[in-house]
C-alpha cells in the first residue's frame, strides 16, 4: 500500500462507520494514566490480532501520555490492546476496528485495575462478543449468565437466541426465542424473527401462526426476497445477496432499504462508484431516515477515496 494512500485513509479516519472493509486502513488512538489520573509518558501500547496472534504491533505514549496508531488490517476477531504501568498488573481491552476509523481507548488506572478485579459479567461479555461477530462465543456467555441468573438474563436471553440464528442453528435458536417469548411474550421484533426462523425450518403453520401475531403487534413484513439478501449478506456472500437486493428492486420499485443493502455488498466487491450511486438513490427515497447522516459521510468519504486513487495513477 503506498504512504499516501494511508495518509489519505488516516485523514479521513472519522467519516463513517460501514465495517468490515478491509482494504482500508484502520487504528487506535488513546490515553493513558495513571493511579492520580496523570497522563504518563512512555508507556508501550501493545496491539494483538486476536484472529491471529502472531500478528502484533506496538507503540508508545508521548509526552502527553497519549497514543495513535493507524494502518491495522481488518481482522473479524478485533485487537487486543494492552498497556502496563510500573507496579501495576497489566490492562488490556479487546476492541473491533472499523473501516476509516479511529476507535478511541482510555486507559484509566484509578477505574480500569479496579474493574480488571471485579467479578466477571458473563452477560457483558456474551455482548461484546457479539459486537465482535463471535457468536459462538457469545451464545456460551449467554448461557453461563442465563444460569447466574439476576438482571441481566433478560438481555443474556435474547443474545442467546441471536446468535444461534446467526450461527444457522435454526432449532437451537427457536428453542431459545420460544424460550426469550415465554418470558417476555409479545416482542414485535421476537416475533418476527420466530417466524422467519419457522419459515426457514419449514413448518408453513408455526411461521404463519407468529407472522400473525407479528402484524398484530404492528410489525411489517417485508420481502422473502430482501431476507434472502440479509441472510446472505450476514454470511458475507456479497455477490449472492447483491443479486437477492437487485431482485428485491425489481420486485418493489419503492423498496429503498434494499438500495442501502446493496451498497454494502457493492462496496465490499469493490465497487465504489457503484455503491455511492445505490446510496444517493436511497437517501432520495428516504431523506429523513434516522441513519442518513451516515450514509452522507459515507459517499463523502468514498469519494475522497476514490479521488485519492485516481491521483496516484497519474
Known amino acids: ?37 496523570k497522563p504518563v509518558a512512555g508507556v508501550e501500547v501493545k496491539f494483538v490480532d486476536e484472529a491471529n496472534t502472531s500478528n502484533h504491533y506496538e507503540t508508545k505514549t508521548d509526552q502527553n501520555g497519549s497514543f495513535v496508531y493507524t494502518g491495522l488490517p481488518y481482522t473479524d476477531k478485533g485487537y487486543t490492546v494492552t498497556v502496563q504501568l510500573p507496579g501495576l498488573p497489566p490492562v488490556s481491552k479487546v476492541s473491533m476496528v472499523r473501516m476509516l476509523e479511529v476507535t478511541d481507548l482510555i486507559f484509566d488506572m484509578r477505574k480500569d485495575v479496579v474493574v480488571q478485579k471485579a467479578k466477571a459479567n458473563p452477560a457483558a461479555e456474551a455482548k461484546n ?4 461477530g463471535d457468536f459462538e462465543g457469545a451464545a456460551a456467555k449467554a448461557d453461563e449468565a442465563i444460569k447466574a441468573g439476576g438482571e441481566n438474563v433478560k438481555a443474556a436471553m435474547l443474545i442467546k437466541a441471536t446468535s444461534l440464528a446467526r450461527l444457522d442453528r435454526t432449532d437451537d435458536a427457536i ?15 421476537v416475533l418476527g424473527e420466530m417466524a422467519k426462523l419457522y419459515e426457514k425450518k419449514g413448518d408453513k403453520a408455526k411461521a404463519d401462526e407468529y407472522k400473525k401475531e407479528f402484524v398484530a403487534k404492528g410489525g411489517t413484513i417485508t ?10 449478506l450476514n454470511k458475507g456472500n456479497y455477490e449472492k445477496a ?11 420499485p419503492k423498496d429503498a432499504d434494499s438500495h442501502r443493502e446493496l451498497a454494502r455488498c457493492l462496496v465490499q466487491m469493490g465497487k465504489y462508484q457503484e455503491t455511492i450511486d445505490q446510496l444517493n438513490t436511497y437517501l432520495k427515497m ?12 459515507a459517499i463523502t468519504g468514498l469519494q475522497a477515496m476514490m479521488k485519492s486513487q485516481n491521483d496516484q495513477k497519474k
Open 223 to 232: 420481502g422473502a426476497t430482501y431476507n434472502s439478501g440479509v441472510e446472505a
Open 242 to 252: 447483491a443479486g437477492f437486493f437487485q431482485k428485491a428492486i425489481q420486485e418493489d
Open 1 to 37: 500500500m503506498k504512504t499516501t494512500r494511508v495518509l489519505c485513509v488516516a485523514a479521513l479516519a472519522m467519516l463513517f462507520c460501514l465495517s468490515s472493509w478491509a482494504q482500508l486502513s484502520k487504528g487506535f488512538r488513546g490515553k493513558v494514566l495513571d493511579r492520580d489520573g
Open 286 to 297: 428516504k431523506p429523513d431516515a434516522s441513519d442518513a447522516g451516515v450514509w452522507k459521510q
Open 129 to 132: 462478543l457479539f459486537d465482535m
Open 175 to 189: 428453542a431459545a426465542f420460544e424460550a426469550y417469548n415465554k418470558a417476555y411474550p409479545g416482542e414485535v421484533a
